[in-house]
C-alpha cells in the first residue's frame, strides 16, 4: 500500500498550486483521504479532509482559499491550494483513514513554499 503525494513547489503569495495524492495497493474508495502539513517548529496538522461521501473538512485557516476532491476510479486526492500565503509554507502530506479521527496510511511529504 502506498500513497504518492505530488505537486508541491515554490509560489509567490497570492499563487496556485495543485496537490495530487496516487493510492495504489488498495482501493481507498471507503475511507476518508486528508491533507495534512507540518512546518518548521509547529506540529503536524490537518490541512483537509474528504470522507467517502465526499464530505469535507477544513481547517479555519484555508477556509475559503482550499478545495480538497477526490477521483474514486484514479483513486487520487486532490488539494487544490488558492490564495496561498507565507505561512501556508509546509510540507504536505496525504493520508487514509479508516476514520477522520484515526489515520493508518500515510504518504512521503511535499514540500510547498509560498514566498511574501
Known amino acids: 500500500v502506498q500513497l504518492q503525494a505530488s505537486g508541491g513547489g515554490s509560489v509567490q503569495a497570492g499563487g496556485s498550486l495543485r496537490l495530487s495524492c496516487l493510492a495504489s495497493g488498495r482501493s481507498f474508495r471507503t475511507y476518508p483521504m486528508g491533507w495534512f502539513r507540518q512546518a518548521p517548529g509547529k506540529r503536524r496538522e490537518l490541512v483537509a479532509a474528504i470522507t467517502s461521501y465526499g464530505s469535507t473538512i477544513y481547517a479555519d485557516s484555508v477556509k475559503g482559499r482550499f478545495t480538497i476532491s477526490r477521483d474514486y476510479a484514479k483513486n487520487t486526492v486532490f488539494l487544490q491550494m488558492n490564495s496561498l500565503k507565507h505561512e501556508d509554507t509546509a510540507v504536505y502530506s496525504c493520508?487514509?483513514?479508516?476514520?477522520?479521527?484515526?489515520?493508518?496510511?500515510w504518504g512521503q511529504g511535499t514540500q510547498v513554499t509560498v514566498s511574501s
Open positions: 493520508a487514509a483513514g479508516p476514520s477522520t479521527t484515526s489515520w493508518e496510511y
